[in-house]
């Protein structure tokens, strides 16, 4: 897999004013290893608010709260069930999000009412510095990832930028990477590009007694490696589960249609499409085929993850009429990404008969 360049990462001035800037209500966007977050001080319901006025969230969304390793569990949640406890010594630091019980004195704003909430401990360096400067690692921090509403998660400081319009500036002193804007955002954190590239896996255990533990949203850690661990498979959402907007059917979508379209069909499709002067952006990772643009990534599906945002934001800045994503394979090692180019596509169905209809 070819790594993008990697951008200086944030040294410990930028990442202390970071952690100030949070315990003074406002917002920062930093790198985790899934995609960059962009954070507020999860008991400050203000500094939450502002979370969503950024983003332009509805506000029945709830977010993720990041806290420290070895953060004290029993301060956010009511409850924490012996699996919960062996999921977190598995998997933290790192990208699982355990949905619990809320504890009362959480401020409901970073659950949208809703009496659970959403916690990750991330593994990102960076993430971790950041969490153990603010207030002193005993804090949390609400953080979504750092994207406009229903666009295409950021796993880049570059990403993060543009998706809020941001300047670079230069600040050798701060050890790189802070960009300022007038706007809601004024820091992001460099990071480099974000190694799993798409959003943790979240396992509702805030309802084990009767529904067990539920998959609301999978990722790089499979529902099978934490069967492995607790003896009990995720089961997929029922009506009752908890709401995550990463579950909506149209989500990390660009501006650009986006279809999926198996190997076979690609080449007759693309000279179908062409000669009808459209321009066209291909995704893919198996098939060989020529296009006006494209991206190939690794046909493994932790490979894939990792380069699959930045490709959808590349060729989105292409000016194609279309972007064509090669399917990848079905089987379970790939549900993650699967799930994020369903939602991707959803808003696009019939694109190509129309395109082929003008
Ligand atoms: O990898 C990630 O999880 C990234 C990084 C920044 O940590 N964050 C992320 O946040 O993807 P966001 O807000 O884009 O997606 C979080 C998902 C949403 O679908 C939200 O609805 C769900 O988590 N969620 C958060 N708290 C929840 C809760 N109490 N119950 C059910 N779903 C919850
Ligand atoms: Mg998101």
Request: with cysteine; aromatic share 4%.
């Given at each position: 897999?070819?790594?993008?360049?990697?951008?200086?990462?944030?040294?410990?001035?930028?990442?202390?004013?970071?952690?100030?800037?949070?315990?003074?209500?406002?917002?920062?966007a930093f790198p985790t290893e899934t995609v960059y977050g962009l954070g507020a001080d999860a008991e400050n319901p203000a500094a939450v608010a502002r979370i969503y006025e950024a983003k332009g969230r509805p506000h029945d969304h709830p977010v993720i709260v990041h806290v420290a390793p070895g953060a004290d569990l029993d301060y956010w949640v009511t409850e924490v069930p012996e699996q919960a406890r062996q999921l977190v010594q598995a998997f933290w630091p790192g990208p699982l999000t355990l949905i619990l019980k809320r504890h009362p004195q959480i401020?409901?704003?970073?659950?949208?009412?809703?009496?659970?909430?959403?916690?990750?401990?991330?593994?990102?360096?960076?993430?971790?510095?950041?969490?153990?400067?603010?207030?002193g690692g005993k804090g949390g921090v609400a953080a979504p990832s750092a994207n406009k509403f229903g666009n295409v998660s950021p796993t880049t400081a570059r990403h993060v930028r543009d998706?809020?319009?941001m300047d670079q500036h230069d600040d050798g002193d701060l050890g790189g990477g802070i960009a300022c804007s007038a706007a809601e955002l004024s820091v992001v954190l460099e990071g480099g590009s974000s190694q799993v590239g798409i959003e943790s896996t979240i396992v509702d255990m805030s309802r084990l007694a009767t529904h067990g533990p539920v998959l609301l949203r999978p990722g790089h850690i499979s529902a099978q490696q934490i069967a492995d661990v607790i003896g009990m498979l995720p089961a997929a959402p029922d009506q009752a589960a908890p709401r995550a907007s990463g579950t909506l059917e149209s989500h990390y979508a660009p501006r650009t249609p986006v279809t999926m379209l198996a190997a076979e069909s690609l080449a007759e499709t693309l000279s179908r499409l062409r000669a009808r002067g459209v321009?066209?952006?291909?995704?893919?990772?198996?098939a060989t085929v020529e296009a006006d643009a494209q991206r190939v990534l690794p046909a493994d599906p932790a490979g894939y993850a990792y380069g699959l945002y930045a490709?959808?934001?590349?060729?989105?800045?292409?000016?194609?009429?279309?972007?064509?994503?090669?399917?990848?394979?079905?089987?379970?090692?790939?549900?993650?990404?699967?799930?994020?180019l369903r939602r991707s596509v959803f808003g696009s169905a019939g694109v190509i008969e129309s395109l082929l209809q003008k």
């Open positions: 897999m070819k790594q993008q360049p990697s951008a200086s990462v944030a040294g410990q001035a930028a990442i202390a004013e970071a952690a100030a800037i949070l315990e003074q209500g406002g917002l920062v401020p409901d704003a970073v659950s949208a009412g809703q009496d659970s909430v959403g916690i990750r401990c991330p593994s990102h360096p960076v993430a971790i510095a950041l969490l153990q400067a603010f207030k998706e809020f319009g321009k066209v952006a291909v995704i893919r990772h198996a490709a959808l934001r590349d060729m989105d800045q292409t000016g194609s009429g279309l972007i064509l994503v090669e399917t990848p394979p079905q089987d379970a090692a790939w549900l993650g990404v699967n799930d994020r």
